[in-house]
């Protein structure tokens, strides 16, 4: 059974910085797109960033400049390095990847891990 296991998020204050990580493990035949997305209360999940297996980036406007998304697919894990972070950047942020596993592709999703960017 696939599984995205997160770590990293937690309490800043605004100009922090944190380092999420999100890592696959179980039977898979391969890894494409690996992303981050959050979702604030009262709002949607929105994308954050992805990177394909390539290393081909994308990022929301909102955090163009100031967050970082990196993969490692010998260790099947992504990364999210976010700097200057501000109050609305509070969210819990979840882990997603498109997995091929027994013969089928799908986006599987983590646990998700809370960030508070807070005085």
């Known amino acids: 059974q696939v599984q995205l296991v997160e770590s990293g998020g937690g309490l800043v204050q605004p100009g922090g910085s944190l380092r999420l990580s999100c890592a696959a493990s179980g039977s898979m035949f391969s890894i494409d797109v690996m992303g981050w997305y959050r979702q604030a209360p009262g709002k949607q999940r929105e994308l954050v960033a992805n990177i394909t297996s390539g290393g081909i980036t994308n990022y929301a406007d909102s955090v163009k400049g100031r967050f970082t998304i990196s993969r490692d697919n010998a260790k099947s894990t992504v990364y999210l390095q976010m700097n200057s972070l501000k109050p609305e950047d509070t969210a819990v942020y979840y882990c997603?990847?498109?997995?091929?596993?027994?013969?089928?592709?799908?986006?599987?999703w983590g646990q998700g891990t809370q960030v508070t960017v807070s005085s």
């Open positions: 997603a990847a498109e997995i091929t596993a027994g013969g089928v592709i799908r986006r599987y």
